[in-house]
Each structure stands twice: as C-alpha cells, then as structure tokens.
C-alpha cells in the first residue's frame, strides 16, 4: 500500500503576508525579477509529481496561452467544474485527506499545493509537509492573505533559509513530526 | 535644527505575521530562546535613545517587577495617560508627525518604534526608516498583527538577513528614500 505523499507549498508573500492583490494581480511580484535566478522554482518543479490548487488560481493558469503543466498531475479543487478541461486536469470536491490518499494510491510521489484557501484547508488537515515562503520586499497593505483563517497554532521547523540581492528571504519549513 | 530622528521597529513575528497572542500573550516566542542569544536586541537598545509605545505595550511593560527602559526616554501613545508614571516616562495623544519633530527638537536621534498599532500609524506617516522583523518558527493561527490595516503599497529595501539553529528568520529592511 503507498503511503500518503510528500505535500509542499512553495509561495511568495508579502512582509505582510500577501500572496497576491485583492483581485489576484501578481505584478508587484516584479521586484525580485532578475535575469536566469528563478529561486529554486524549477528545482522544486522537477521534484513534484502532481498539483493540487484552487479554483482562483486554476482561472489564472487556465488563461494562458499555453499549459503550464504538461506532464504533472493537476487536480483543481472547486465544487463547480468548467464544461471542458483545458489539458488533462481534474476535478476535485471533497475532503482534503480523501484527496491525498487517492493521490498516493496512484504513486504520486510529492504533490505541490497552492493558492491560499488550499494551503490553509491542506494546513488543517494535517497534511503539510513543508513550507517555502518567499518574502517579497514589500508592504503590500491589501490582498489575499497566505493565512489569516484561524488556524491551530502549529510548531514549524527551519530546514534552510536564503537571500537574494534582489531583497527576496526564502524560508523552508517542515511541518510534523516526520521531519521529511 | 534637528532633523527628526532615525525611527526603527525590531519585532518579533509568527510566520503568519502575528505579535502576540490574542490575549497579548508573548510565550509562544519561547521557542526561540537559547542561552546567550538575544538576536541582536542588546546592540539594537544600544543604539536607541528613545522609545514609542502604544497603551498595550506600555500595560504590559508597567507591569513588570522593574521599569526595563531606565535611562532612555520613554513617550506613550495614549488618550488616557494613567494616573502617574512609572518611571520618567511621558503620555502624547497627536499625531505621530508632531511627536517624531518634538523628539528630533529636543536631540533623540533614534527611536524605537513598538507596538502593532503605533508601527502602523508610524508606517502610515511615513516616519519608518528601518524595520527589523524576527519570524519565528510557527503558525500561532491568531493574535495580534503587525500589519493587516489597509496600508498603502510600500516597497522594503533588504538590508540584510540571518537564521538561526533555533529556526529564526531575521530580515531588515528599510524604508524610504534616504536609506539610512
């Protein structure tokens, strides 16, 4: 039997704890822009097997020009499905934890979980593994909000932190006790 | 004349960017004690010659065996100055603007800014030149903020940053176009 898998979030965030405007906008993530630095973007990428996000951020990425999650498993939380989908995305209602067994019944290995509501559902469920936050150099002063749902208090464990020149501080924590 | 003097905030936050407890409680932050290191604190208080604190903190600070700030000047940001002090503090009701100038007149060259609400008023004024924040490792789920008024969009300038084995974050950053 496979176990549950590896979930992680990788997200940028305000100093005050935004991840994007109020009406999703993400220019202001501008100011760390800086020619072939992705932050560990394409490393965290290679690593995953699957993607779980919400219905806010699916309505982003599904308005691209092209998908950006060729060859990933992509799950989109939402209790209302588009007629059609975009790639080989699915479609989720139900109990996080549910989610995540059936991942791990497929073999997906490491899934990345995102968008604000998902990480703060996957974040009550117990079922986050780690946590890469990247402060952005910026009061936002309004926006959606990383956390801010009430939340249990939960212990967080620094496995490694970094900054850039461009005034990015990158954080990853581990969540539980499993220390992976 | 004197210039205003050089305004610095140094708090401690929870990764999803609270103060203190919804209580005020502070003991959450134990996680990060160790024998022998402070963070930086003592050299900061060094540095400062004056404090601003909101009511909250100054209740809390009152109440303590001994009055911690002997030897530094000491305004409180209240509408209902207590009775009498408890050491040589004083009580401002006005606009920070106001205070900042009469702190500068009489030679304070840099204050120490604390207390959620008077960071906010001072960050709103456009008095901050410097703003040290200290995560702590955990998701305290809620509290006091540090931000979350609406505040208008202000960019940061990395400073520097530094962790510890204990899981602690620090980033500075200032403000402002003169950055000092």
Avoid: N
Wanted: hydrophobic share 45%; net charge negative; aromatic share 10%.
């Amino acid at each position: 039997m496979s176990g549950r898998p590896r979930c992680s979030v990788y997200i940028a965030a305000s100093v005050d704890g935004f991840i994007a405007r109020p009406d999703g906008g993400l220019d202001w993530l501008e100011v760390v822009q800086a020619e072939g630095e992705d932050y560990g973007y394409a490393a965290f990428m290679a690593s995953v097997d699957a993607l779980v996000m919400g219905r806010g951020t699916y309505d982003v990425v599904a308005g691209l020009e092209t998908w950006p999650y060729a060859g990933k498993r992509c799950v989109v939380l939402t209790h209302r499905p588009p007629e059609r989908p975009c790639a080989d995305e699915t479609f989720f209602t139900g109990p996080v934890a549910e989610l995540a067994a059936r991942l791990g019944a497929e073999g997906v290995g490491h899934v990345y979980v995102d968008g604000g509501d998902v990480i703060r559902q996957w974040l009550a469920a117990g079922l986050l593994d780690d946590l890469t936050i990247s402060w952005i150099p910026t009061v936002l002063g309004a926006g959606i909000p990383l956390f801010g749902a009430l939340l249990a208090e939960t212990p967080l464990r620094l496995v490694e932190s970094r900054s850039w020149p461009t005034g990015l501080v990158q954080a990853r924590y581990a969540l539980g006790a499993t220390g992976r």
